[in-house]
């Protein structure tokens, strides 16, 4: 059995596409002759685009791992919506207003709708680590899961 890829129809099986005259395939005015073989093409694994690799990345979140604050311990979304939702909350806390709602803490979701309670104390660390996290997968870099946290 003879196999035959070519890149504008693809993978392709059997003796019948082939022409009698082989050299007929590497004809000078033959932009893309067929890779002729007598065993199946295998093309490796499929490149992913910095692109995709990115909104993987956002969609599956970062894991956060607290030492001091085992309850804290979970994925976090990183869609716009929740990188505002922590920054409006660290600065808050950083410029003296205290805790979203007014009390000693505060409910904060991760990805899967789980309620963590934060305080003044346990936050910051928190923002900065997804801050951090957010920001490296801007730069291309892949970094490590969980991020530890105090």
Known sequence: MAYWYSPIEGYHEGDSVFPDDVA???RPDATCPPILTTSPVSWGTPVISPAAKYAAAIAAGCAIASTSTPSLNGTYSLTEA???NIQAAYIGIKSGDGPPGGG???NYLDQNGGAHTFTATTFPPFAIA???YYYALTQGQAPA???TIP
């Open 130 to 132: 997804m801050r951090d």
């Open 145 to 147: 899961q969980p991020v």
């Open 82 to 84: 929740a990188r505002g």
């Open 104 to 106: 000693a803490s505060f």
């Open 24 to 26: 007929a395939l590497q």
